[in-house]
Nanobody, 121 residues
């Protein structure tokens, strides 16, 4: 019923920048928060950044000051601007959205398929 499609990953050198996008489509009444997670090989998936529908944000300590999350509510799209990238940022990045299908309904979490970000040293 809901699809999240990510784009913008790739290979970049240390100190470079990338911008990830994630567009949600399908049966959507509202999305209360949208997030980016990442998972490096052998490690658990971790929260990178989250943005609430009122615009409030929070970030993992490791990315504060380097990454910026934003959203376009009209397009049900979330972005992650990643600057000053480091090899430690190499991971598969996943988009996550907490979706309400209709007014007064429950919310359900949806995941994108992931996009690879590789930072070379």
């Amino acid at each position: 019923q809901v699809q999240l499609v990510e784009s913008g990953g790739g290979l970049v050198q240390t100190g470079g920048s990338l911008r990830l996008s994630c567009a949600a489509s399908g049966t959507i009444f509202s999305i209360d928060f949208m997030s980016w997670y990442r998972q490096a090989p052998g490690l658990q998936r971790e929260l990178v950044a989250r943005i609430i529908d009122d615009g409030n944000t929070n970030y993992a300590n490791s990315v504060k000051g380097r990454f910026t999350i934003s959203r376009d509510n009209a397009k049900n799209t979330v972005y992650l601007q990643m600057d000053s990238l480091e090899p430690e940022d190499t991971a598969v990045y996943y988009c996550n959205a907490n979706v309400k299908y209709y007014a007064g309904g429950a919310t359900f979490r949806h995941w994108g398929q992931g996009t690879q970000v590789t930072v070379s040293s």
